[in-house]
């Protein structure tokens, strides 16, 4: 079954749901963001009961506000002890310490900002919510100058993501500090069959402009990066196993490789990669559908898959308004103009820009050789598709 909430699901997973009627718990949010469409709903009520008499039912969640119907409704049945587990960062690094024995990590609370003792933590180092979403109040603390302007920054972003998501999406209050890890970032979305194997669906490089970047502009997969990472991937994957038992279970997880070994920074449980990117991105790059793929059991062939899609790169980019420029004194994004600006575009998501903070994605192919596209969209402050309002240009 779905759990369908706000702030976003894309129209290809509709498609999805319709297509293939995949059940649809027929919660306020849902029926909201289904509308019309023919959806094969199930009751609130008859979601709770199969849940309790089926703890390893297949669920998929598109947004993280759904934590808290999964916190009311299924208690008794594990789930939610599994989900917390992976949403506290700092209760999943306790989890797996024994494989990372020198790994740094501590808890900090939201109040106690101004009291950490720069001595007692290892620079340079990340800062995150322990339950967060979006890159929302993440920093990377250089050296110990830095610190009084991060605090100040951290204070601002949780005190404006209250309106927009719920505490058990971003947590206010506490934060956990770990060693920043050099080399290379990537994401997983993977899920578990019904027999607790795992199963991957993409693997996509986190580019970054910086060492001080710690944005999402730019997500890409390929055939070598899918083939090199699939051997550690599963390594990680078996150690997750063995510490907590998960059948018939979606993640997107987010880590880093460091001298062959994977070094996980988050691992978000129930879904894959946040507002319909990584999944739908799966579906354009590769044709595989993802939420098929989850509820039908299926495993993708990549060697059929490659065959058609040699030295093609496939990327997702967030058009994040970096520019400077405040989104009262813009009157749209030129979307079209970016569209010439990329070999093969391959779709255009726009997005409400004022009440989410960005303009939209777009999702591209790229072909060997012309992987500048890539590095000019990365490093671009997005001015030159910015439109004004005839207001600010007088």
Wanted: with cysteine; aromatic share 12%.
């Amino acid at each position: 079954m779905i759990l369908l909430d706000y702030p976003y699901t894309s129209d290809f997973l509709k498609e999805t749901i319709v297509q293939f009627q995949l059940p649809v718990v027929a919660t306020v949010p849902a029926k909201e963001i289904m509308g019309d469409l023919k959806v094969n709903w199930i009751s609130e009520r008859d979601a709770v009961i199969s849940l309790r008499d089926k703890p390893d039912s297949k669920v998929y969640t598109n947004s993280e506000n759904s934590i808290e119907w999964i916190e009311q409704n299924t208690q008794g049945t594990g789930i939610p002890e599994k989900i917390r587990i992976f949403k506290n960062k700092y209760a999943f690094r306790e989890l797996i310490k024994e494989a990372y024995p020198d790994y740094f990590f501590s808890k900090l609370d939201l109040g106690d900002l101004d009291n950490l003792v720069l001595s007692s933590v290892r620079f340079p180092f990340i800062i995150k919510p322990i339950v967060g979403f979006f890159s929302l109040g993440v920093h990377l603390v250089s050296k110990a100058e830095d610190w009084p302007s991060i605090k100040s920054k951290i204070r601002s972003e949780m005190e404006a993501t209250k309106a927009l998501y719920p505490k058990e999406v971003v947590d206010n209050t506490a934060f956990v500090l770990e060693e920043y890890i050099e080399g290379e970032e990537y994401a997983l979305d993977c899920y578990f069959d019904e027999n607790g194997d795992p199963v991957i669906l993409n693997v996509l490089h986190h580019v970054f402009k910086s060492m001080d970047d710690v944005s999402d502009r730019l997500y890409s997969s390929s055939e070598k990066t899918i083939r090199s990472l699939e051997k550690p991937i599963l390594e990680f994957l078996a150690v997750i196993s063995s510490k907590i038992g998960l059948r018939n279970f979606p993640l997107h997880i987010e880590f880093r490789m460091k001298s062959g070994k994977l070094i996980p920074i988050e691992v978000n449980p129930m879904r894959f990669g946040g507002w319909c990117t990584t999944a739908d991105l799966t579906w354009y790059s590769y044709g595989i559908n993802s939420y098929l793929s989850f509820f039908e059991s299926q495993r993708p062939d990549w060697n059929k898959i490659f065959e058609i899609r040699q030295e093609k790169t496939y990327s997702l980019i967030l058009l994040d308004n970096n520019s400077g420029i405040p989104f009262e004194e813009i009157a749209y994004f030129d979307f079209g103009l970016l569209a010439k600006d990329f070999e093969r575009p391959l779709h255009i998501r726009k997005v409400h820009m004022e009440k989410y903070g960005v303009f939209g994605f777009i999702f591209t192919e790229t072909g060997k050789g012309n992987e500048q596209e890539l590095q000019r969209i990365l490093h671009s402050d997005l001015r030159s598709y910015i439109k004004l309002l005839p207001s600010t240009l007088a």
